[in-house]
Protein backbone atom coordinates (compact mmCIF):
# COMPACT_ATOMS: atom_id res chain seq x y z
CA UNK A 1 0.00 0.00 0.00
CA UNK A 2 1.54 3.32 -0.93
CA UNK A 3 0.98 5.45 2.19
CA UNK A 4 1.86 9.10 0.44
CA UNK A 5 0.13 10.48 -2.83
CA UNK A 6 1.89 12.61 -5.12
CA UNK A 7 0.37 16.23 -4.09
CA UNK A 8 0.67 19.80 -5.26
CA UNK A 9 1.50 22.97 -3.48
CA UNK A 10 0.50 26.70 -4.26
CA UNK A 11 3.46 28.39 -4.92
CA UNK A 12 2.27 31.62 -6.25
CA UNK A 13 -0.86 33.45 -8.01
CA UNK A 14 -0.66 35.56 -10.68
CA UNK A 15 -3.24 38.26 -11.07
CA UNK A 16 -3.36 40.86 -14.59
CA UNK A 17 -5.40 43.80 -15.37
CA UNK A 18 -6.24 44.90 -18.78
CA UNK A 19 -4.31 48.07 -18.59
CA UNK A 20 -1.31 47.39 -16.77
CA UNK A 21 -0.57 45.67 -20.46
CA UNK A 22 2.59 46.92 -21.47
CA UNK A 23 1.63 46.20 -24.98
CA UNK A 24 -0.86 48.51 -25.31
CA UNK A 25 -0.50 50.42 -28.49
CA UNK A 26 -1.38 49.55 -32.14
CA UNK A 27 2.19 48.26 -33.54
CA UNK A 28 1.15 44.60 -31.31
CA UNK A 29 -2.23 44.10 -33.08
CA UNK A 30 -2.43 41.92 -35.66
CA UNK A 31 -4.01 39.32 -38.36
CA UNK A 32 -3.94 35.80 -36.83
CA UNK A 33 -5.72 34.31 -40.05
CA UNK A 34 -4.55 35.00 -43.80
CA UNK A 35 -6.33 37.90 -43.89
CA UNK A 36 -5.55 42.32 -43.35
CA UNK A 37 -8.24 42.13 -40.57
CA UNK A 38 -6.95 42.55 -37.10
CA UNK A 39 -8.17 40.48 -34.72
CA UNK A 40 -5.63 39.52 -32.22
CA UNK A 41 -2.93 41.77 -29.68
CA UNK A 42 0.06 40.41 -28.31
CA UNK A 43 0.07 41.33 -24.40
CA UNK A 44 2.90 41.52 -22.05
CA UNK A 45 2.61 41.52 -18.62
CA UNK A 46 5.81 42.48 -16.03
CA UNK A 47 6.22 41.36 -13.13
CA UNK A 48 8.60 44.49 -11.98
CA UNK A 49 11.46 42.17 -10.54
CA UNK A 50 9.17 39.90 -8.43
CA UNK A 51 8.55 36.43 -8.09
CA UNK A 52 12.60 35.51 -8.88
CA UNK A 53 12.67 33.72 -5.87
CA UNK A 54 10.03 30.79 -6.74
CA UNK A 55 11.71 28.01 -6.97
CA UNK A 56 10.06 25.46 -9.21
CA UNK A 57 10.49 21.70 -10.80
CA UNK A 58 9.76 20.17 -14.64
CA UNK A 59 6.48 19.10 -12.89
CA UNK A 60 5.09 23.02 -12.37
CA UNK A 61 1.85 23.53 -13.88
CA UNK A 62 0.13 26.97 -14.49
CA UNK A 63 -3.37 26.95 -14.13
CA UNK A 64 -6.34 29.38 -14.93
CA UNK A 65 -8.77 30.04 -12.25
CA UNK A 66 -10.94 33.18 -13.64
CA UNK A 67 -10.99 35.33 -16.22
CA UNK A 68 -13.37 38.53 -17.70
CA UNK A 69 -13.14 39.59 -21.37
CA UNK A 70 -14.41 42.47 -22.83
CA UNK A 71 -16.88 41.94 -25.54
CA UNK A 72 -15.38 44.02 -27.73
CA UNK A 73 -16.88 45.96 -30.50
CA UNK A 74 -16.72 43.48 -34.01
CA UNK A 75 -16.01 41.00 -31.66
CA UNK A 76 -19.37 40.09 -30.16
CA UNK A 77 -20.58 36.42 -30.39
CA UNK A 78 -17.78 35.20 -31.25
CA UNK A 79 -14.91 33.40 -29.55
CA UNK A 80 -12.46 34.57 -27.39
CA UNK A 81 -9.05 32.26 -27.73
CA UNK A 82 -5.88 33.29 -25.12
CA UNK A 83 -2.65 31.69 -25.38
CA UNK A 84 0.45 31.60 -23.28
CA UNK A 85 3.39 32.75 -25.74
CA UNK A 86 5.66 32.79 -22.38
CA UNK A 87 7.36 28.96 -23.05
CA UNK A 88 5.66 26.21 -21.74
CA UNK A 89 6.59 21.96 -21.63
CA UNK A 90 3.54 21.01 -23.90
CA UNK A 91 3.92 20.02 -27.04
CA UNK A 92 0.79 21.68 -29.24
CA UNK A 93 -0.39 21.24 -32.81
CA UNK A 94 -2.46 23.68 -33.75
CA UNK A 95 -4.86 23.32 -37.33
CA UNK A 96 -4.92 26.75 -37.88
CA UNK A 97 -0.77 27.42 -37.19
CA UNK A 98 0.62 23.62 -37.51
CA UNK A 99 3.30 23.32 -34.44
CA UNK A 100 4.12 27.32 -34.38
CA UNK A 101 0.94 27.93 -32.59
CA UNK A 102 1.40 28.62 -29.13
CA UNK A 103 -1.05 26.67 -26.47
CA UNK A 104 -4.32 27.48 -25.71
CA UNK A 105 -4.90 28.62 -21.75
CA UNK A 106 -8.79 28.61 -22.45
CA UNK A 107 -11.60 29.83 -24.98
CA UNK A 108 -14.81 31.92 -24.19
CA UNK A 109 -17.80 32.65 -26.09
CA UNK A 110 -18.01 36.50 -25.81
CA UNK A 111 -21.06 38.21 -25.01
CA UNK A 112 -23.91 39.79 -27.86
CA UNK A 113 -23.48 43.04 -26.03
CA UNK A 114 -20.54 45.51 -26.48
CA UNK A 115 -18.21 45.73 -23.48
CA UNK A 116 -20.32 43.38 -21.66
CA UNK A 117 -17.48 40.86 -19.86
CA UNK A 118 -17.55 37.41 -20.34
CA UNK A 119 -16.25 34.95 -17.56
CA UNK A 120 -14.47 31.79 -16.71
CA UNK A 121 -14.92 31.22 -13.13
CA UNK A 122 -13.06 28.19 -11.03
CA UNK A 123 -11.54 26.98 -14.04
CA UNK A 124 -10.34 23.19 -12.89
CA UNK A 125 -6.81 22.48 -13.25
CA UNK A 126 -6.92 19.13 -15.77
CA UNK A 127 -8.51 21.00 -18.58
CA UNK A 128 -7.32 24.66 -18.06
CA UNK A 129 -3.67 24.34 -17.49
CA UNK A 130 -0.33 23.84 -18.94
CA UNK A 131 2.81 22.83 -18.03
CA UNK A 132 5.61 25.19 -17.40
CA UNK A 133 9.29 25.17 -17.19
CA UNK A 134 11.52 25.34 -14.43
CA UNK A 135 12.80 29.32 -15.66
CA UNK A 136 9.18 30.00 -16.28
CA UNK A 137 9.33 33.16 -13.95
CA UNK A 138 13.33 34.03 -14.33
CA UNK A 139 12.32 36.31 -17.77
CA UNK A 140 10.56 38.82 -15.39
CA UNK A 141 7.57 38.98 -17.83
CA UNK A 142 4.03 37.09 -18.72
CA UNK A 143 3.34 36.95 -22.49
CA UNK A 144 -0.09 36.23 -24.04
CA UNK A 145 -2.28 36.58 -27.21
CA UNK A 146 -5.28 37.24 -27.17
CA UNK A 147 -7.82 36.31 -30.36
CA UNK A 148 -10.93 36.14 -31.93
CA UNK A 149 -9.91 34.09 -35.01
CA UNK A 150 -13.58 33.98 -36.52
CA UNK A 151 -13.22 37.57 -37.02
CA UNK A 152 -12.10 38.29 -40.99
CA UNK A 153 -14.19 41.05 -41.84
CA UNK A 154 -14.11 43.94 -39.72
CA UNK A 155 -10.71 45.10 -37.51
CA UNK A 156 -11.27 44.74 -33.47
CA UNK A 157 -9.81 47.43 -31.98
CA UNK A 158 -8.03 46.00 -29.01
CA UNK A 159 -5.97 49.22 -27.91
CA UNK A 160 -7.44 51.39 -24.92
CA UNK A 161 -10.32 49.04 -24.87
CA UNK A 162 -9.01 45.90 -22.70
CA UNK A 163 -9.37 47.86 -19.24
CA UNK A 164 -11.53 44.95 -18.06
CA UNK A 165 -9.24 42.32 -19.46
CA UNK A 166 -8.85 40.56 -15.99
CA UNK A 167 -6.37 37.17 -15.77
CA UNK A 168 -5.90 35.31 -12.45
CA UNK A 169 -3.52 32.29 -12.78
CA UNK A 170 -2.20 29.80 -10.14
CA UNK A 171 1.08 28.17 -10.47
CA UNK A 172 1.39 25.10 -8.53
CA UNK A 173 4.55 22.44 -8.19
CA UNK A 174 4.85 18.99 -6.71
CA UNK A 175 5.14 19.25 -3.18
CA UNK A 176 8.62 17.31 -2.16
CA UNK A 177 7.63 17.39 1.83
CA UNK A 178 6.18 13.56 2.50
CA UNK A 179 2.73 13.96 4.71
CA UNK A 180 1.25 11.03 6.97
CA UNK A 181 -1.77 13.38 6.96
CA UNK A 182 -4.61 11.50 5.57
CA UNK A 183 -6.48 14.91 4.40
CA UNK A 184 -3.43 16.15 2.24
CA UNK A 185 -2.40 12.60 1.14
CA UNK A 186 -4.80 10.22 1.75
CA UNK A 187 -3.78 6.16 1.81
CA UNK A 188 -4.07 4.73 -1.88
CA UNK A 189 -3.91 0.95 -2.46
CA UNK A 190 -2.79 0.68 -5.95
CA UNK A 191 -4.00 -2.87 -6.29
CA UNK A 192 -7.95 -2.53 -5.29
CA UNK A 193 -8.10 1.12 -6.55
CA UNK A 194 -10.34 -0.73 -9.33
CA UNK A 195 -11.75 -3.92 -9.12
CA UNK A 196 -11.74 -3.93 -12.79
CA UNK A 197 -8.89 -2.10 -13.79
CA UNK A 198 -5.97 -2.64 -11.08
CA UNK A 199 -3.26 -0.86 -11.54
CA UNK A 200 -0.07 -2.71 -11.02
CA UNK A 201 3.19 -1.49 -9.34
CA UNK A 202 6.41 -2.15 -11.16
Known sequence: MIRNNIKYKQLCRLQFFGDDN????????????????????????????????????????????????????????????????????????????????????????????????????????????????????SKGFIEMELEVPTQTSLSIAFVNNLVNFCLTLIIIDYDPELTLDNTLAPPFDSNNNNINFPIKQY
Open 22 to 137: IYNTAQYQYSTVNTSVINGIRMRFDLRGNLGDVILSKNARIIVESAYIPALTNATTRIAVLRLLTSTEDKTFDSKKGINGNPILFCLNLSGSVNALSTLFYAHDMYFSLNIPSNFL
